[in-house]
């Protein structure tokens, strides 16, 4: 995959977070500030200006420069796990032209190890992590027995829908939705659900390249 497909990536996200914009606030609106889909549209309009204006060359500089305005554009506890995320990816990838899928595997694992170091999540928690971590580990092991590129991107995106599922029945233990304790059970997490919109542009952007 090459630098196009990475735009149309971040390109597509936009998109899909600005037509769930206030879906993402909704979910946001039960469990936390209402905020959420403000917080990514903002950032990823900003990023989508970024990307046009410096329009970055390889596949690692497209991420890192995604990564970089979204710290900078993104109040809330998104913007910075975002942020980094899209940075570690983004360095994982290196200069390389094209990027092959275990290449993107480590690339997301290290966007994984990025977003827990920083905000200390773990899986059941009810954070982003509950849908990006079954995701990486779904592609991995897809990559791992021979898939190719649609069918481990299909296995990352179903992998991610259903962890941000499974948040709905999870007490959140990080992040705003953690001081309501209890009460926080019955919900998506929107940071999982936004965490899977965003691998599914992912995917639609690898299908549409190939
Ligand atoms: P804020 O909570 O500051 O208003 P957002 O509403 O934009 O920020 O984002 C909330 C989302 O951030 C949550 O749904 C959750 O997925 C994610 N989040 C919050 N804290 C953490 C954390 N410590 N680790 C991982 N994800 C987190
Ligand atoms: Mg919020």
């Known amino acids: 995959m090459r630098a196009e497909v ?59 420069l995604t990564g970089t305005t979204l710290i900078s554009k993104v109040g809330g506890a998104s913007g910075p796990l975002y942020g980094t995320a899209f940075r570690r990816a983004g360095r994982a990838l290196g200069d390389a032209a094209d990027v092959d899928l275990p290449g993107l595997a480590v690339a997301l694992e290290d966007a994984l190890a990025g977003v827990q170091q920083l905000g200390a999540a773990r899986e059941g928690d009810k954070t982003m992590v509950d849908a990006l971590a079954p995701a990486t580990a779904a592609f991995s092991k897809a990559i791992a027995e021979g898939a190719q590129t649609a069918d481990a991107l299909a296995a990352l995106v179903e992998a991610a829908q259903a962890g941000a599922a499974a948040t709905i029945s999870m007490q959140a233990l990080k992040g705003r939705a953690s001081y309501l304790g209890p009460r926080s059970v019955g919900h998506e997490d929107p940071g999982a659900a936004s965490t899977a919109l965003i691998l599914g542009a992912l995917r639609d952007a690898a299908r549409a390249g190939q």
């Open 6 to 64: 990475f735009r149309a990536w971040i390109t597509a996200a936009a998109t899909v977070i600005g037509e769930q914009r206030d879906h993402l606030t909704q979910l946001d609106a039960a469990i936390g500030d209402a905020d959420h889909g403000i917080n990514l549209d903002r950032g990823f309009t900003a990023v989508v200006g970024a990307i046009e204006s410096a329009a970055p060359v390889t596949p690692g500089a497209v991420l890192t």
